[in-house]
């Protein structure tokens, strides 16, 4: 068992995470998927808008330049090498930046929940509405941005700080751990991203930020705040400090019903966005199967059609980090150069793993069904699941076989996935996968390769 570092995932090796390491995983897996998202992810499928008011008009923008904004943040958003707004803030962007409806009873914000997947914009979104309400001229905190981890708070700070390059009179603070401040002493910078416990006690105990003075209100991540102990109240407790002329905002990837509770509480009246995943399907993919009677003949079997495999960049899953570092050491002794991706790693050298991988420096990565869930990689045409994936319970575990092999209708190029089978348990679980889709998974003779050549 590795000791925990700072921003590392604990991995129990059975698959079967206790609790707190589950949520732990997610906050990572988050982290991990913002590190290696250095362009947007690719959509087809239509945004969703449900507005608060139906009768009023929905704007969507094609170009930044209809937002309006001002020249230094236009500048800074070219630098960033933007062009035009993502599907998501194409609608997110104009409600995010609209004036408040005024009422006889007083002015209302336009309040928003957003989801969608990983590397859609949605960051880049909350933080041009951010640094386009600031008013420089006050030094006090305007903004306030809430994330469920200190890595992913520095991360957001990142773009945040990027974004306003050319904005420097609009100043940037870390409600972090590690970031005292005295008591009393009030805090000057317009911006403030922290996590909920640290931006709880400036707002409350300590008294630096006046919560009645924030405008804009942001929550990243809701799904892996509310997977985190505790995050779920303190966000509550912050937003109910704030005045209700102040805008919320509310992000996540993910949308269960947990989720959606939790944003009813945090947003009142709320527009809502969202865009679909795309669908994952089996179709473009030839499924076979390998029978071996043991872990070394599925070695000896890999070993066969790893020339085949090779043409393409290819995947290959273990049940166990055991496992799979010992596959990865036998490869490299045959003289393959392999990459090896493993729960021991912290989320920085794992991003630089994915990376290199990505970039075809390594053309077959060896991983572990937890350390890689969530994780896009869409040139891989060849999965081997050494192990086949199951629950806890021994099940076939059908969720994560489609997201390992499944291919989305718009990258639908065609993929090969091949099944290693050592034991009845696994010929078991490959009879209850192909009973799932449907669909048949034919055996693979590791002598004669003709078929997947
Ligand atoms: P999310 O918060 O949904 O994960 P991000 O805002 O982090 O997505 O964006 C994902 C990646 O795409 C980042 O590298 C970001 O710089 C880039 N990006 C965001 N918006 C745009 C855009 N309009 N044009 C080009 N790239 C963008």
């Known amino acids: 068992p590795s000791k925990a570092k700072k921003g590392t995932t604990k991995q129990v090796e059975n698959g079967t995470n206790v609790e707190g390491e ?28 449900l507005q608060r008011d139906p009768n009023s008009p929905l704007y969507s923008v094609k170009t930044f330049e209809e937002l309006r904004l001002k020249d230094k943040l236009l500048k800074g958003v070219y630098d960033m090498g933007f062009n035009r707004p993502s599907k998501i803030q194409e609608n997110a962007l104009p409600m995010m930046l609209a004036e408040p409806v005024y009422y006889p009873s007083g002015s209302r914000p336009q309040n928003l929940i957003a989801q969608s997947q990983s590397g859609t914009g949605k960051t880049a979104a909350f933080t041009l509405a951010m640094l386009s309400h600031v008013d420089p001229a006050n030094k006090w905190t305007q903004c306030l941005c809430i994330a469920p981890t200190y890595e992913l708070a520095l991360q957001t700070g990142k773009v945040i700080e990027q974004m306003g390059k050319f904005y420097p009179e609009v100043k940037l603070a870390y409600a972090i751990r590690g970031n005292k401040l005295d008591r009393g002493a009030k805090l000057q910078e317009q911006i403030v991203i922290g996590t909920p416990g640290t931006v709880l006690d400036w707002c409350s105990k300590l008294k ?98 790893y020339g085949a495999i090779t043409i393409a960049q290819a995947m290959i899953f273990c049940h166990t980090r055991r496992t ?42 060896v991983t572990t069904n937890v350390c890689s869930r969530g994780i896009d990689v869409e040139q891989v045409s060849v999965v081997i699941n050494f192990d086949l994936p199951m629950d806890k319970d021994g099940n076939a575990d059908n969720e994560t076989y489609l997201h390992r092999i499944g291919r989305t209708g718009r990258f639908g190029k065609r993929g090969l996935a091949v099944n290693m089978i050592d034991s009845k348990h696994s010929m078991n679980i490959l009879n209850q996968i192909e009973e799932h889709f449907n669909k048949k998974i034919n055996k693979l003779d590791t002598d004669d390769l003709d078929e997947i050549e």
């Not at 992000?251 to 947003?267: I, L, N, P, Q, Y």
């Not at 790693?345 to 970039?359: G, K, L, P, S």
């Open 324 to 365: 799979a570092g010992w596959l990865a050491a036998e490869l490299t002794k045959e003289g393959h150069v392999v990459a090896l991706l493993s729960g021991e790693m912290t989320v920085e050298q794992r991003a630089a793993v994915i990376e290199r991988f990505r970039e075809g420096k390594e053309k077959v990565l």
């Open 208 to 305: 630096i930020i006046d919560p009645k003075k924030i405008s804009v209100f942001v929550l990243d991540e809701a799904d892996v705040m509310i997977a985190t102990q505790g995050h779920q109240d303190q966000s509550i407790r912050i937003q109910r400090m704030l005045p209700k002329e102040c805008q919320m905002l509310l992000f996540s990837a993910t949308f269960e019903d947990s989720v959606w509770k939790f944003a009813e509480r945090v947003v009142p009246d709320p527009n809502i966005i969202k865009l679909k995943r795309e669908e994952e399907t089996l179709d473009t993919i030839k499924q076979y199967y390998v029978l071996c009677s043991d872990k070394e003949e599925k070695f000896t079997a890999l070993c066969n059609i």
């Open 22 to 49: 589950e949520k732990e995983d997610k906050a990572a897996q988050s982290l991990l998927n913002k590190m290696i998202h250095t362009s947007l992810v690719n959509t087809t499928n239509q945004v969703e808008v």
